[in-house]
């Protein structure tokens, strides 16, 4: 499915090569039993995901429209030409990018700290930080969506009273009812959310640091900065991109929090939201298709992006979202 | 520095990190003890005397309740069935992974990478449109099976990731010491592997659980419609009323079983995360 992965790393050719001659029945039978292990969960993953993403590869090179089936109606690419050239499109994928880049941002430095907390704190405190930070992780979107909604909301909240010395927030502010406000408390309940996953990936990073090399740092009477930025860092260079190009894909995924505190109102309506808004909400099955099957591209520019500009070896990694 | 020094510097850290993590959950805990008329008093705390039980009992034995308490079945069920499916199959895919030599190891791990960065959104369309031609929309099979895109691929790395650690002589060591294949695996191999099975359950459903896109987009009625997706669909008890308190009331139950996989297996989880993270 995704071929810009699988070419980078290639399959292991040289191994199957180098036994290919005269393969042992022992062997032999090892291949087999080892598909017949692997192969129903292969299968399934095809199934779930190659075959939808084929099936709306062809409902996008339709005319169809749900409450008039009959009219259905093979237009070449004429959907992508309609969404390309539609202004809601672009201004959507904006939007898109903007919360993508700030909100990684932001988790990269502030899980850094986490992981940073996590990997030094004193023996006693380790088990309850981890605990605590594995409850954001735990949550359920929606319900992180809603706790922020309702304490910025301008009826149920709180928080105009408590930061009304702030020039600009008074207990009239509808955080909903602009563009800005309402991005920054998407954001907000988005990194809260996803924080902790990243910076349990920085945490891994963070152990494969040899200890010599930053005591030997130490010893040389590098400070504690110039030991993160010279030492650590670059030692865990793998684990951070890893990090990030996972957020970001998981993030430019973002529906959830958008859905539920402004459903895509005053122009924060994201990627995701137009493509359910079209088929969903409008049933236009075509169109929708076609935006599915963008969002599915724009995906894979990014994953093409990371691994040949900046060389993210994926596959020695995990991957995963909640 | 002194013990008693640092100590105190991380009791602020671990104060600060607690209130990050916790803060938005006392929130809401909050708000789903206010009644209707305090809702909009603009103070955190619900005010003194005012707090109430009434948003719990609107959704468990009033009003909303035959709402709340179907999504909720559905969404320990179809969670947990989704966790079941795919812990099997990563299992068997995991262990052949970890222990067999056979060509197409890789693109089996490269396809799991590539389907849990897949946009579940893209996803929708078609099955949306496929679950109303053969009857399988607003079903609890026709979200089990998409579940599957989203817990499959990361119980395979997780799961992979234990199992290159499981020192398998133990197996062979065990039959030369008499015992037959079976003894050897389930009193050699089975203690070893089953906390990673564990774990790799414990987020498989936390993902599951989670899920909205799907659960919005492929149910349509209360036969199959999850606790998100219903939360979305909350009304208050009369058409003037904003269905805040339920809501609220609502999120905190289905955040309780998260917070009590937490406590119980924070380590186990911490470990299943991190693991898979780092190459093996």
């Known amino acids: ?322 | 520095m002194t013990s008693g020094k640092q100590k105190i510097i991380w009791s602020g850290i671990a104060v600060l990190v607690l209130i990050y993590a916790l803060f938005p959950v006392a929130s809401i805990l909050s708000t789903s003890f206010k009644a209707p008329s305090d809702l909009t008093s603009g103070k955190f705390l619900p005010s003194s005397g005012a707090s109430t039980l009434e948003n719990y009992q609107q959704i468990l034995v009033g009003d909303a309740q035959g709402l709340f308490l179907s999504a909720l079945r559905n969404s320990i069920g179809i969670a947990l069935i989704a966790t079941v499916i795919a812990v099997v199959l990563a299992t068997l895919c995991a262990y052949a992974i970890a222990r067999l030599d056979f060509p197409g190891k890789k693109i089996v791990l490269t396809t799991a990478l590539a389907v849990s960065i897949f946009p579940v959104i893209s996803i929708v369309t078609p099955l949306f449109n496929l679950w109303r031609n053969i009857g399988l929309y607003d079903t609890w099979l026709g979200l089990i099976i998409p579940y599957l895109s989203l817990t499959l691929p990361i119980s395979i790395w997780t799961l992979a990731a234990f199992f290159r650690q499981i020192p398998w002589e133990l197996e062979q060591a065990a039959q030369v010491d008499g015992a037959t294949t079976w003894q050897a695996f389930r009193k050699a191999i089975v203690p070893l592997a089953a906390p990673g099975v564990f774990t790799t359950a414990i987020i498989a459903f936390f993902i599951a659980w989670n899920d909205f896109v799907y659960g919005i987009s492929l149910t349509s009625t209360e036969s199959a419609r999850t606790v998100p997706a219903a939360l979305a669909f909350f009304t208050g008890a009369s058409q003037f009323e904003a269905p805040t308190g339920a809501i609220s009331a609502a999120a905190i139950i289905v955040t309780i079983p998260v917070v009590l996989l937490v406590l119980l297996f924070q380590r186990q989880i911490v470990s299943g995360l991190t693991q898979g993270a780092v190459k093996g």
């Open chain 1, 1 to 322: 499915m995704s071929t810009s992965i699988k070419a980078s790393k290639g399959t292991p050719a040289t191994r199957s090569q180098r036994r290919r001659p005269h393969l042992s029945d022992r062997a032999k039978s090892e291949r087999r039993l080892g598909w017949y292990l692997a192969g129903p969960a292969f299968i399934v993953m095809l199934a779930v995901t190659l075959y939808p993403i084929l099936q709306a590869f062809w409902d996008s090179l339709f005319s169809l429209r749900l409450t008039a089936p009959d009219d259905k109606a093979f237009i070449w690419f004429a959907n992508y030409v309609t969404v390309l050239s539609d202004p809601v499109w672009w201004r959507d994928l904006g939007v898109t990018v903007i919360i993508t880049i700030v909100t990684v941002v932001i988790e990269l430095i502030l899980g850094f700290a986490l992981a940073l907390v996590m990997d030094k704190a004193i023996k006693s405190l380790r088990g309850l930080l981890r605990t605590a930070i594995l409850v954001p992780y735990g949550i359920i979107t929606v319900v992180s969506a809603y706790a922020w909604f309702y304490a910025f909301d301008i009826n149920s909240g709180y928080v105009n009273h408590w930061f009304s010395w702030i020039p600009g927030i008074n207990p009239d502010l509808n955080w909903f009812a602009e563009f800005w406000p309402s991005l920054f408390v998407i954001m907000a309940s988005e990194i809260w959310k996803t924080t902790p996953f990243i910076s349990l990936l920085l945490l891994a990073g963070l152990a494969q640091v040899p200890g010599e090399l930053t005591e030997a740092a130490q010893v040389d009477g590098a400070t504690w900065w110039e030991r993160f930025r010279k030492v650590i860092v670059p030692n865990m260079k793998a684990a951070i991109m890893v990090a990030v190009l996972f957020r970001t894909l998981d993030a430019f995924r973002i529906f959830d929090n958008v859905f539920i505190m402004t459903n895509g109102a005053h122009g924060t309506e994201v990627l995701s939201l137009l493509a359910y808004r079209t088929s969903i909400s409008r049933l236009e099955i075509g169109l929708g298709s076609a935006i599915s099957v963008l969002l599915f591209v724009c995906v894979l520019i990014i994953c093409f992006v990371a691994i040949k500009l900046f060389k993210v070896d994926l596959a020695g990694t995990q991957g995963g979202k909640s």
